[in-house]
C-alpha cells in the first residue's frame, strides 16, 4: 500500500510564497503519476497541478499556471509544490495524490489510487 503524507502548509500574505512536500512510503515511487488537489471550504476538490513519472510532463490548473510549479525527486520518494505569488483564493487544504494508470484524465481526483490527508494553506488578504 502507498501511503502520502504532506507538509509545508501554513498562513502567508498575498503575494507570498509556500512550498509543500509530499512524503511517499510503500510501492515504487517512480511508477507513480503525481498529482496536488485543493479543497476549499463549502467547495468541491479541484485540480491543481500533474507531474509524469519521469518528470518530462507536467500539467496545472489555469489558476495555477505561471504561479506554481510541480516537481519531484524520485531519490527522496518527494514531490513538491512551490506556490509563489499567493492569493486568497488560493486558501485551502492541499492534497498530495498517486496513481497507477498508464492512461486515463489526471485532472480529476476520481483516476488517482492513492491520497494524503491534506496540508492546510492560507493566505491572508
Known amino acids: 500500500q502507498v501511503h502520502l503524507a504532506e507538509s509545508g502548509g501554513g498562513l502567508v500574505q498575498a503575494g507570498g510564497s509556500l512550498r509543500l512536500s509530499c512524503a511517499a512510503s510503500?510501492?515504487?515511487?517512480?511508477?507513480?503519476?503525481m498529482g496536488w488537489f485543493r479543497q476549499a471550504p463549502g467547495k468541491e476538490r479541484e485540480f491543481v497541478a500533474h507531474?509524469?513519472?519521469?518528470?518530462?510532463?507536467?500539467n496545472y490548473a489555469d489558476s495555477a499556471k505561471g504561479r506554481f510549479t510541480i516537481s519531484r525527486d524520485n531519490a527522496k520518494n518527494a514531490v513538491y509544490l512551490q506556490m509563489n505569488a499567493l492569493k486568497p483564493e488560493d486558501t485551502g487544504v492541499y492534497y498530495c495524490?498517486?496513481?497507477?494508470?498508464?492512461?486515463?484524465?489526471?485532472?480529476?481526483?476520481?483516476?488517482?489510487?492513492?491520497w494524503g490527508q491534506g496540508t492546510q494553506v492560507t493566505v491572508s488578504s
Open positions: 507531474i509524469s513519472r519521469t518528470a518530462l510532463t507536467t
Open positions: 495524490a498517486a496513481g497507477t494508470k498508464i492512461v486515463g484524465p489526471i485532472t480529476q481526483a476520481s483516476w488517482y489510487d492513492f
Open positions: 510503500g510501492g515504487v515511487f517512480s511508477l507513480l503519476k
